[in-house]
């Protein structure tokens, strides 16, 4: 069979084929990647983004004469190289360097090869450090490799050096001890193939007392359908011990309520003497005295499963791809047993059971946390990662949340959420925003590019000027906001939630033939938000321009500034997320922990507090903020978000879903409004809005407002019940039962004129 290179996935119209296996890796900008090829295998390189150079290292002879140019020495390059192999313990001797790709290479650029020898190779991309107000962040090389052979997958490489590794092979289960402390890797080989899990206290087992994980327990404690990475990480035995933990998931899928497949379910199916996880489990735990059972409960990894609305459990094909895996930890001693699911009659492994990796790793590694992130449906997964205000962060909270691909502090230990809102109102706080992605747009049809992308007209913003807008789909629905910064004539900076934009916006380019590079630098580019009436006379203190740049004190609304704070270069904008006088500052995460160290200083005598997530949340709602999922989706427009103003009726030049707009905009169904609701029930993202027994609109978002003393929500309803006074009421239990009472208000709810946050200097200032 052949294999789709996209996909992965064999083609049986063409059975004669040899068959083959794709592995994809990703070299990221500024580092080097290692990888093993075999002779006849097919490689291919590409420069997704464009102009990143690369440095190919190889054995000589690997891909045969001629095949690429030779680089001249590049001492840091080969260096890296070295490292890079050595730490997969693979040969670093008799490189020789290839050159790849320059600095005007265009978009989706690739270099194909084919192996003629075996051996180890290292792809190294060039780039340094990036200046906040520069726009040349080095980015990705992809590798694809195409490997003849037999269908039997390999693990991908260890984490680190493995106390034990197991292969289980497909419809089997395999028992195996793991001493406090240790780690477990659960690794799917070839993707879509639940591997059921069980552990058990060693201790108690040598006591003759049997105490195993119980996912009732654990999902009671947690208060979670599955632990995951975080705080609530942990799974439990019946006597409320935790017995693992979980540290990394590159999935997010997984079942704690069904059993491990068993007899009786393959015999309901027509299917007696089916192989079974459960006679597997009791199998491989009969040397360890542990009692066979007629079905396990287990922890069923990358079994995608779901509970719905009517309370009906499906379950579908796994999410897992090649390579993915968990990462546990025991709490203490255990006996475990891991299996690969025998089931081949329907989804649950997609259709064919395949092998699961084992793989413990001692107590003494440190492995960071995270969960899977991905740009898009076919990229590289990546952990999450903490961004360089991280360590300061930390340092005063361990309640992080995985927000985007970022660790972030969801509040502070010291106070709480409350006494953070009232900073930002009252004095300022300081909170960080790095996950924001972050795109540069250069080239000579920049602002072409930018003019096609969005709702507002780049024509009319000036260099050093920043302005809020949407992109839309071509039937109007939005596929983020954000904000554009201008750098030069030709040089743009896209700030947004969603990594899909990037892919978008060079999708867009090459539809329209135009000259321009869109290249990712979220991690080049951290930030914080100085928020709060004191936040001028904070930063004022600290931030140094040059002559030619406007000063903290002269910079306004929605402009931004080039400079330095304790010396670190940082762009100064004043934009922001809550409604109050602020300022968003911009750094190389490097310089983070000085800027934030410079400012925690200058605010200290200002009142400055650290903000998070919930107090963000409480202040954008009141100053009517939109949030990506709850006020926009692609199902909705700009006029339904309640930012209509960010599509100017005097743009005519064509941008992507102006048609889409214009019939919306003049025949609308729905708006954003806001409500003052009765009570002090809790409301939440989702409630249905009703007026008698009609449901009229959903709330987007709510709050209970600690400045002005009531709950408050966002709601998008129906234009005919829209009105300011209409009143409405928001639907609980089924949306019949109960009914909260609420009106229809003008939104924002706080500071409707925008006086706080277009609060101009002092003269004298």
Known sequence: MAVDMETG???????????????????????AAAFDIAAGDRIRIED??????????????????GALAQSEDDAAAVEAARAALAARGLDASRLTGFRLFSDETAPGSSVE?????????????????????????????????????????????????????IRVDAATAQAYRVKAGDYIQIVDVDGRQCSDFLAFDAAALDKGEEFGLDPTVTRTLMATANPAPGLHSKYFDARLNPLVEIVRDTVGRHDAFLLACNSKYYEDLGYPGHDNCTDNFNRALKPYGIAPKAGWPAINFFYNTTVGADDQITMDEPWSRPGDYVLLRALTDLVCASSSCADDVDPANGWQPTDIQIRVYDASENFSRGIAHRMTPDSEPRLTRESGFHPRASAMT?????????????????????????????????????????????????EALMQLAVTRDMKKLAVGQVVYTAMCYPHGGMI?????????????????????????????AAEHGLKVWVKSSTDQLHNVAVQGPKSREILSQIVETPPHQPSLNELKWFRFTVGKIAGAPVVVSRTGYTGEL??????????????????????????????????????????????????????????????????????????????????????PSKKLVGLDVSGAEAIGHGDCVHVGRAQIGVVTSATRSPVLGKTIALARLDVAHSEPGTKVEIG????????????????????????RVRAEAPASA
Not at 9 to 31: C, F, H, K
Not at 54 to 61: I, K, S, T
Not at 123 to 134: C, H, I, K, S, Y
Not at 484 to 505: K, S
């Open 113 to 165: 090869l084919s192996a003629a020898a075996a051996g180890a190779c290292a792809l190294v991309v060039a780039g340094a450090a990036m200046a906040p107000d520069e726009q040349t962040p080095p980015t990705e090389l992809r590798v694809e490799i195409e490997t003849s052979g037999p269908s039997r997958g390999a693990a991908p490489a260890p984490l680190a050096a493995p106390k034990l590794d």
């Open 398 to 446: 361990r309640k992080f949340v995985e927000y985007r691909g970022f660790w972030l502090a969801d509040c502070y230990s010291d106070e709480g959420p409350i006494a953070e809102y009232w900073a930002c109102r009252e004095r300022a706080a300081i909170m960080d925003l790095s996950p924001l992605r972050k795109f540069e747009v250069i080239g000579p049809d920049a």
């Open 582 to 667: 602020g300022y968003e500052v911009w750094c190389h995460p490097d310089k983070a922990t000085l800027v934030w160290d410079a400012i925690w200083e200058s605010g200290r005598p200002h009142g400055l507090k650290p903000l998070g997530l919930q107090a963000l949340d409480m202040v954008r709602i009141e100053a009517g903020l939109a949030f990506a999922g709850y006020e926009f989706c692609d199902q909705t427009d700009p006029f339904e978000a309640g930012i209509g103003f960010a599509v100017p009726a005097g743009k005519t030049d064509p941008y992507v879903g102006a048609e889409a707009l214009k019939r919306r905009r003049e025949h």
């Open 9 to 31: 996935i064999m083609d049986a119209r063409n059975p004669a084929a040899a068959p083959s296996r794709v592995t994809t890796l990703v070299a990221r900008g500024g580092e």
């Open 480 to 508: 983020d906001d954000g904000t554009v910064f201008r750098l030069a004539p030709q040089n743009f900076r896209w700030i947004c939630g969603d990594d899909y934009c990037g892919v978008h916006l060079r999708e867009l």
């Open 48 to 65: 997704l983004e464009g102009r990143q150079p690369g440095l190919l290292f190889a054995p000589e002879g690997a891909f045969g004469a």
């Open 732 to 755: 609980k239990l089924d949306g019949q039962q109960k009914r909260i009472a609420a009106t229809v208000v003008a939104f924002p709810h706080y500071d409707p004129t925008k006086s």
